[in-house]
């Protein structure tokens, strides 16, 4: 079972975050990993391949390179600044979905503070958490930070085409992942070349189309917007 460690206040936005995005069938999406495997890249990939989705971004470390990359792919980017916290919370999130009216979007992308240590430990409200991890990484990720992995739906794995000039084992990855989450979905991908990025991106709209089947059986009108703390 996965399991959420961090504040009761911060579970109940989370909680909150998700009932909301339930009723209005929005699929968000928490992208977590280290400084450096390419997460801003492999979201801008994405959005490349998924052109027809209404689609938003949140950054919680947004330079001005990101916004200039993701700009053209999406109109609506967003930053939270965590004033020098390592991780987004569930409060903000929330704040921002209300303020910005995002529950019109299909897909909700969030980039969160490149560290895999405390946004593992804050839910917030999302329907899949990503992991992104490359092959310059090497292969230690998994066993460094279990948590990450065990509350995650998928890994994505990066820059495969550096991998033959790389201490990286795919077989070895499998094999941890597999022991810290049977159920984890992990694909492996190469921006340049655009291998691995057709499955991915089926994958989301897979999951998209599922829970818009399931907003759709149970909708029940608009909730009550509650504040956040």
Request: aromatic letters at 8%; glycine letters at 6%; proline letters at 4%.
């Amino acid at each position: 079972m996965s399991t959420w460690p961090k504040s009761r206040a911060n579970q109940n936005n989370a909680d909150e975050n998700r009932r909301l995005l339930n009723q209005n069938a929005a699929l968000m999406i928490n992208i977590i990993g280290s400084p450096g495997p390419g997460k801003t890249t492999l979201l801008e990939a994405t959005l490349k391949e998924m052109p027809s989705y209404r689609t938003a971004v949140i950054e919680g470390d947004l330079t001005s390179e990101d916004a200039q990359k993701l700009a053209p792919w999406c109109e609506n980017v967003f930053q939270i600044n965590t004033e020098g916290a390592y991780h987004l919370e569930a409060g903000h999130i929330g704040r921002l979905l209300i303020q910005e009216n995002l529950f019109s979007t299909e897909f909700l992308f969030i980039e969160n503070i490149g560290n895999l240590v405390c946004p593992a430990e804050f839910d917030l409200g999302e329907d899949m958490r990503i992991v992104v991890i490359s092959v310059t990484e090497g292969n230690d990720k998994p066993r460094k930070y279990p948590l990450s992995f065990q509350n995650a739906a998928a890994v994505v794995v990066t820059k495969m085409d550096l991998l033959p000039y790389c201490d990286f084992s795919i077989d070895t990855a499998r094999a941890d992942l597999g022991r810290i989450n049977p159920d984890l979905s992990i694909f492996t991908v190469s921006t340049k070349s655009g291998k691995g990025l057709d499955e991915w991106c089926r994958y989301l709209e897979t999951r998209f189309r599922a829970k818009k089947r399931s907003a759709s059986r149970r909708r029940r009108g608009t909730g009550v917007l509650k504040r956040y703390r």
